[in-house]
């Protein structure tokens, strides 16, 4: 059974920080893709950051760009992200994600195993 399972989500003020981790079972991760996606209420899900299997390969939505790190330890099968600078507009539920491997992108239509969510709320 593949699974993706979050982490780390919270309740944190203004400026501050969290990290999220996605643990990956075996094959889950091996060769492929990861990425964050958040979803705020009333909106469409958004693509967050990726990493590649062999980095640096990072990519980052321009919204979190300088604020936000993805990285990932193979070894571990975790994926993680590390939030700086919340701001409010931060707050949604927080996914990790899998692509196929050879596959990539900013679109959440090219990643096949999804977790189940961890919510983070930025208060003002």
């Known amino acids: 059974q593949v699974q993706l399972v979050e982490s780390g989500g919270g309740l944190v003020q203004g400026g501050g920080s969290l990290r999220l981790s996605c643990a990956a079972s075996?094959?889950?991760?091996?060769?492929?893709?990861m990425a964050w996606f958040r979803q705020a209420p009333g909106k469409e899900r958004e693509f967050v950051a990726g990493?590649?299997?062999?980095?640096?390969?990072?990519y980052y939505a321009e919204s979190v760009k300088g604020r936000f790190t993805i990285s990932r330890d193979n070894a571990k099968n975790t994926v993680y992200l590390q939030m700086n600078s919340l701001k409010p507009e931060d707050t949604a539920v927080y996914y990790c994600?899998?692509?196929?491997?050879?596959?990539?992108?900013?679109?959440?239509?090219?990643?096949?195993?999804w977790g189940q969510g961890t919510q983070v709320t930025v208060s003002s």
């Open positions: 994600a899998r692509a196929p491997p050879g596959t990539s992108g900013r679109y959440s239509v090219s990643y096949d195993y």
């Open positions: 075996g094959r889950t991760f091996s060769r492929a893709t």
């Open positions: 990493s590649g299997w062999i980095g640096p390969s990072t």
